[in-house]
């Protein structure tokens, strides 16, 4: 009974390892992919981004500013016309 109490134990511990190990992975590949698609939604919308950091967190909050400002500014410009 002991002996399978600790095996139990051990293997939840060892678990536990394991998705402690692999969270930090898993996020930082989630928002490398995501600053990858948003370079790539950006190029094709025809905006520049400088890209010299290799920040994905950065690269994230910057492009969705220009994103943002940019669908901003034709609205803007559609009322206008609309006036």
């Known amino acids: 009974m002991v002996i399978s ?3 139990v134990g051990t293997l939840g511990i060892l ?3 394991f998705y402690f190990w692999y969270f930090p992975f ?3 590949n989630s928002i490398s992919y995501l600053a990858k698609k948003m370079n790539g939604l950006l190029q094709d919308t025809g905006i520049k981004v400088d890209t010299r950091a ?3 967190a950065l ?3 910057h492009s969705i500013n ?4 940019k669908f901003v500014n034709k609205k803007k ?3 206008r016309r609309e006036a």
């Open 5 to 7: 109490m600790g095996v």
């Open 15 to 17: 678990l536990a390892f």
């Open 26 to 28: 898993y996020v930082s």
């Open 54 to 56: 290799k920040d994905e």
């Open 59 to 61: 690269i994230l909050l």
């Open 66 to 69: 220009l994103l943002e400002n």
């Open 77 to 79: 410009e559609s009322k």
